[in-house]
């Protein structure tokens, strides 16, 4: 199977499981004014996504789910690992060096289907706002932003298809209105900061 990054176009499904090292600290969560370039950028959209990749992976490996769910669970977990490869990719076609991921403990969110969707809808939500609290720092690359938007899009598909598996109404639950909202660091910090275990400092 062919690997493509960022720069060369769409992702495509990878298999296997992403697995999980440890995670500069620098990277872990930042707002947009502290990136220094679109590698900063890149590698902080790298965390998210081997956060949300190990998540699905234990998650679907955990059998709580049947039928569509668990065919719709399946594929954002594929979704997500080929966004960690796509990345990975990308990070090394511009020269540079793809960050580790965090250690994690995603807790209780596998005790049962209702806690394990509703973290997939936390995360997915988390994803589009990053997402979106980032975009400014890749105005001036022109191509790395609009393949990023396109990830952006797919996360935001993945919050409405886990709203809907909830029966979620539609604004303020399947999605979250008319304007999504960018993400601040102290609100990434609160939503994903309790599934990390541990992180090193560069």
Same mark, same amino acid.
């Given at each position: 199977?062919?690997?493509?990054?960022?720069?060369?176009?769409?992702?495509?499904?990878?298999?296997?499981?992403?697995?999980?090292?440890?995670?500069?600290?620098?990277?872990?969560?930042?707002?947009?004014?502290?990136?220094?370039?679109?590698?900063?950028?890149?590698?902080?959209?790298?965390?998210? &996504?081997? @956060?949300? *990749?190990?998540?699905?992976?234990? #998650?679907? =490996? $955990?059998?709580? /789910?049947?039928?569509?769910?668990?065919?719709?669970?399946?594929?954002?977990?594929?979704?997500?690992?080929?966004?960690?490869?796509?990345?990975?990719?990308?990070?090394?076609?511009?020269?540079?060096?793809?960050?580790?991921?965090?250690?994690?403990?995603?807790?209780?969110?596998?005790?049962?289907?209702?806690?394990?969707?509703?973290?997939?809808?936390?995360?997915?939500?988390?994803?589009?706002?990053?997402?979106?609290?980032?975009?400014?720092?890749?105005?001036?690359?022109? &191509?790395? @932003?609009? *393949?990023?938007?396109?990830?952006? #899009?797919? =996360? $935001?598909?993945? /919050?409405?298809?886990?709203?809907?598996?909830?029966?979620?109404?539609?604004?303020?639950?399947?999605?979250?209105?008319?304007?999504?909202?960018?993400?601040?660091?102290?609100?990434?910090?609160?939503?994903?900061?309790?599934?990390?275990?541990?992180?090193?400092?560069?």
């Amino acid at each position: 199977m062919n690997r493509r990054n960022l720069i060369k176009g769409a992702a495509v499904a990878i298999p296997g499981a992403v697995a999980l090292n440890m995670l500069g600290a620098k990277w872990a969560f930042a707002e947009a004014g502290d990136f220094e370039g679109p590698l900063d950028v890149l590698n902080y959209a790298l965390t998210l &996504e081997y @956060l949300e *990749a190990e998540f699905y992976r234990q #998650g679907n =490996e $955990a059998g709580l /789910a049947d039928g569509k769910t668990a065919t719709y669970l399946e594929a954002i977990q594929k979704d997500e690992e080929a966004h960690v490869w796509t990345l990975q990719d990308t990070i090394a076609t511009l020269g540079g060096t793809a960050v580790s991921a965090p250690q994690v403990d995603f807790g209780g969110a596998f005790d049962s289907l209702d806690s394990y969707l509703e973290t997939a809808f936390t995360f997915e939500n988390l994803g589009v706002q990053a997402y979106l609290g980032a975009a400014p720092s890749l105005f001036e690359e022109k &191509e790395l @932003l609009s *393949a990023a938007a396109s990830i952006f #899009g797919v =996360e $935001a598909r993945h /919050a409405a298809i886990i709203g809907v598996l909830q029966e979620k109404k539609a604004e303020g639950g399947v999605y979250m209105g008319a304007l999504e909202t960018p993400a601040t660091k102290d609100a990434v910090l609160k939503a994903a900061g309790p599934f990390i275990v541990a992180a090193q400092t560069l």
